[in-house]
């Protein structure tokens, strides 16, 4: 089995300040993670995603995630937040030894004060 | 490239009429997603597809709900009968071959069944 949690329904940072968006995920196999950001009345759009090598990777609109394999995590962050960033992020697993099944976690909502 | 397309983008009925969403994923892409998202229950994994043929079903609701893939290019979801119970909006995504590969979503059919 696999499962994703996503520990906060909810982020609130002030502008210009750094942002962290936790997730934590289990599974049996190597993970393939992913970061997706939904803005309202749209689809799911990704973010970024983790493969294998460096633990950190960067993606779209400067968010960027840290693997952390011990602590089974990836969180999402961002140095300087802005107005803009304020949407539902959903973190996701999929496992080379789960037929592509892809979980998703049940989303924080990131709002960004100016 | 297009994206994921579907139709209808809303969908207003009567309890107890049938429903059907389609749904067009991305040319090349081998694997096929349906979702609901709901206030409540977040975002549900219903049902995917690989190369057309039904990987998982484990997450129909119940026997009202079918999808179908007759070809690469096009997928169905019908709910028949409808309940108030099933108004959600529904996603479909696709993705490439590769359980490392995000998936792309389309824009969602906001179903309300009155």
């Known amino acids: 089995a696999q499962s994703v949690a996503q520990p906060e329904d909810q982020v609130n940072v002030a502008e210009g300040n750094p942002l962290t968006v936790k997730c934590t995920y289990s599974?049996?196999?190597?993970?393939?993670l992913f970061w997706y950001v939904q803005y309202p009345n749209r689809g799911l759009q990704f973010l970024l995603k983790y493969i294998t090598g460096d633990n950190l990777v960067k993606g779209s609109y400067g968010f960027e995630a840290e693997f952390n394999k011990s602590q089974t995590s990836f969180h999402l962050k961002k140095p300087s937040a802005l107005v803009s960033d304020s949407a539902l992020y959903f973190c996701?697993?999929?496992?080379?030894?789960?037929?592509?099944?892809?979980?998703f976690g049940d989303g924080t909502t990131l709002t960004v004060k100016p | 490239d297009a994206g994921v397309i579907q139709s209808p983008r809303h969908e207003v009925t009567e309890m107890g009429q049938e429903v059907t969403l389609r749904c067009k994923p991305i040319?090349?892409?081998?694997?096929l997603f349906w979702y609901r998202q709901t206030m409540m229950r977040g975002l549900e994994l219903l049902i995917y597809f690989n190369n057309n043929v039904p990987i998982d079903d484990s997450g129909m609701p119940e026997d009202r709900f079918s999808a179908k893939m007759p070809n690469a290019s096009f997928s169905t979801l019908k709910i028949q009968p409808s309940e108030p119970r099933d108004s959600a909006v529904y996603f479909c995504?696709?993705?490439?071959?590769?359980?490392?590969?995000?998936?792309?979503f389309g824009n969602g059919t906001r179903l309300t069944v009155t």
């Open positions: 599974v049996s196999g190597n993970p393939y």
């Open positions: 040319s090349g892409h081998d694997y």
């Open positions: 995504a696709s993705s490439r071959d590769s359980y490392n590969s995000p998936l792309h």
């Open positions: 996701a697993v999929r496992v080379n030894t789960n037929a592509g099944k892809s979980t």
